[in-house]
């Protein structure tokens, strides 16, 4: 044995191996959630590596090109050297650029109002830490994207779940939300187009919930990065439009999902000044900056022609019709028409219940025995384990044979499929 107990003897923990001398990590690190799309992503990508063909329906992000233009700007700014540090809130062109962008959704803000992150999920967990203190309450959409409630209890907050369900008139039902609001509460987390069920939340709804932001005295975070996505109106409205919501709301978006840039990182954040000071401080401590040639690249996305972004409304139009209708052809599945974002997201209740089998032990036996990459709903919260989600932004082949492959593996109606 070594001198130091065998210590360095020993394999890592990446082995697989436990390791008596592994360093003790912080509480809230080992309890801290993760996205499962990202994993269930890892497991997919390895199955291919052994010869699988895997249609994946897991992760969330377009299976397109980014835009030409928007490359050829990222990759001259490279080659003009904008290669080194950039300010901390983003650069003064591109803060510019989102201000100018946001009066199409209704909102009015100043380049100070806007701070630039490598990635909206940056900004989100910056933006729930300048604002809350360990002990508030934060109501957060359950299902919801799991970063909402993850960030929080790792503030040392506490994640409060309000069902968002596509049934509802308005995406949401705002009289059950109220009741959820007590003296801890701080903030309000909406998202619309929702992940995972693609629902929009309608101006009633939006009025409502301002309503109540400003007699609790709430902050709202709006995460809009589906706002592009919707297959009723041109953009999804801003809760930060309506009267005196911009001092009370911090608006998340980004690049991702719209132009199709999820490999960039490059995300952005509209609040009021001195949260967006907070934030700033925060990238500051973390990322530092977001790299130019990106931001460069961004500039290009907002002020460039936009009709990549209406090619791809149009598209996913389609793929959403194709794949809700052969989720409803399937028996015991039924599945909601999304609004927006690229989600579909069934309830499989009656299937799993003729399987005996979770939602979770069906998706992991469509990915291993049937090659269909998809998540339970389990992922997004305890409020819909009965659910598998399938993003659809993908070909309209890998569409079909995903459905091709869930005939067999859930089963359809005695009398088939509905014509
Ligand atoms: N918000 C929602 C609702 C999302 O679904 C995602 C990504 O899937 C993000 C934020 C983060 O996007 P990004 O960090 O790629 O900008």
Redesign the pocket.
Known sequence: MSSDGGCTDRRTAADGVADACAPRLARRVVSLGV?A?FEVLGRARALEAQGRDIVHLEA??PDIATPPHIIEAGVRAMRNGETRYTPSPGTAELRSAVAESLPARGVHAAPENVVITP????L?FHALHALLEPGDDVLVPDPG?P?YASVTAFIGARPIGYPVDAACADGLDVEALATLITPRTRALVL?SP??PTGTTVGHAALERIAELARRHDLMLIS?E??GRLTFGAEAAESVAALPGMAARTVI?D????AYAM?GW???YGVMPVPVARAVAKLVNNSAACTPGFVQAAGVAALRGPQDSVSALVCALRTKRDRIVAGLNALSGVTCPLPGG?FYAFPDVTDALARMDLTAGALAERLLVDHGVACLPGSAFGVGAERRLRFSYATSLASIDTALDRLRPAVGVPQDGPPR
């Open positions: 996205e799309a969330g992000e990635g909206s999920k940056l989100l994207y970063a998202n929702h992940n995460d990065i589906y998340v980004g690049f991702s999902k999820t990182r490059l995300g974002a």
